[in-house]
Each structure stands twice: as C-alpha cells, then as structure tokens.
C-alpha cells in the first residue's frame, strides 16, 4: 500500500476512535455507567444462592436489584426470596416498562433512576448491583485508564449511598464492576463473606482511586456485609 493511503488509513481509523470515545462520553448522563442492557434468566445462581443462605431467617427481606434492566435479575430473585417484597431500578424508563408489563407482583416494584437518592435510609437486607457499575468497553480492551468513561468518584458517591441504603448486617453484593470497593472510603464499613473463583469472575481490568488501570491480581471480593455498629453509614 502506497504510504500516501496507509497515512489515509491511519487518520480515519483515529478519527473513527476519537468519534467513539467522544460518543461514549457525551451519552454518558445524569451518572450512568453500563450502556449496555444485556442480561440473562438466573445469571449469577451462586451468588443469589448464597444470598438467600446468608438471609435465611430473614423471609419477608426488602430487596433491591440495582439497574435491574428488564427484570430478568427480579424475576430469579423472587424464585430464591419467594416472599421478599423486592425494588428494581434502572436508569432506562423503557426498562422499567418492560419490567412493568411483564412482572404482576404486589411485593414487587420499578423505579425509573440513576441512583439510590431516594430510597429510604437503613431499608434493604441486600443491595444487588451486578455488571452495572462498569462500561462495556473497558471489560474488554487494554485501556490503561477509565476516563472519560468512568471516574472512580462517580463509583464511590454510588456505593456510599448503597451503604446509606442498607440495614446494619444487610448484604452488598458487586460483581463486575471496573473500580474496587476496598478502595472506596465506605468499604471499612464492610466485611468480605464471599470471593468469586477465578471461573466465576468476569474478564474485567479494575482501575484505581486515580483512574488509572490496575495490574497484578484480581480483585475477587463479591458480598460485603454491612457491620451491624455502622448505622450512621
């Protein structure tokens, strides 16, 4: 190829990574963090398993599905809470339609909202919040920082609020997510019950406090439960 074409070349598929990046951002509102709305009927079997294990004695809990897209995560969680009164929201109204239409439960309610802001302090027996605090894009490339698609304060504000939202000894359960809960401020709070095995993690990269990518080995804490002195958290 003639250098004048492979320069050609070179200068559109940058701009075409330039307009991606711009796009991503500019779509990015109002603190939203996965684009995509992806999900599967009983996704994560061992961790709603273990949630209902470490709940047990708790049948009527209050529980949340955290960006429950169009409710196939509420539906298999009615399936292991038979009589939880259960919360999805999503920051899509069209989700939350969706969710509407198909699921006909009084113990079962939507919520269209990016955050947990108005939700009621000290409320949930378990926060569920999982492939939502991530960006498809950096699950799966080399990036060697999240922003400007995601900015760890913007995670932490979130899981703060998270804590805000849980009963003492509730269950905060994050699996997929591309910044670290240990190195958000809240996380003394919590203790870990559960690490995922290798199989049972995503092939996610974690970034730091300061954006930047983390390498060496992976982070594998999945359900932190709430230390029953930490009340005013």
């Not at 259960?86 to 309610?109: L, M, Q, S, V, W």
């Not at 269209?112 to 949930?124: G, L, N, P």
Request: hydrophobic letters at 40%; glycine letters at 4%; charged letters at 25%.
């Amino acid at each position: 190829m003639p250098l004048k074409e492979k320069a050609k070349t070179l200068s559109n598929r940058l701009r075409h990574s330039l307009f991606s990046v711009r796009y991503r951002v500019r779509h990015r509102v109002n603190g939203r963090f996965q684009p995509y709305h992806h999900t599967l009927p009983n996704r994560y079997p061992w961790l709603f398993q273990f949630a209902a294990d470490a709940l047990r004695g708790r049948e009527e809990c209050r529980l949340l599905s955290f960006g429950c897209s169009s409710g196939d995560e509420v539906i298999s969680l009615r399936q292991y809470f038979p009589k939880a009164h259960i919360t999805g929201i999503d920051f899509d109204a069209g989700n939350i339609t969706r969710c509407r239409a198909r699921i006909k439960d009084p113990a079962i309610r939507f919520a269209v909202a990016a955050t947990t802001a108005d939700e009621v302090a000290h409320s949930y027996d378990a926060i569920f919040c999982l492939a939502v605090l991530c960006h498809g894009y950096l699950t799966i490339s080399d990036a060697p920082q999240a922003d400007p698609l995601l900015y760890f304060d913007d995670f932490e504000r979130v899981v703060s609020d998270f804590s805000r939202c849980l009963k003492p000894d509730g269950l905060l359960l994050l699996h997929t997510t591309s910044f670290r809960f240990c190195d958000t401020g809240i996380a003394n709070a919590f203790e870990v019950l559960l690490e995922a095995t290798p199989e049972q993690m995503a092939a996610d990269l974690h970034f730091g406090r300061d954006n930047q990518r983390l390498d060496g080995e992976r982070y594998r804490a999945v359900v932190f439960r709430k230390c029953e002195n930490s009340l005013l958290v």
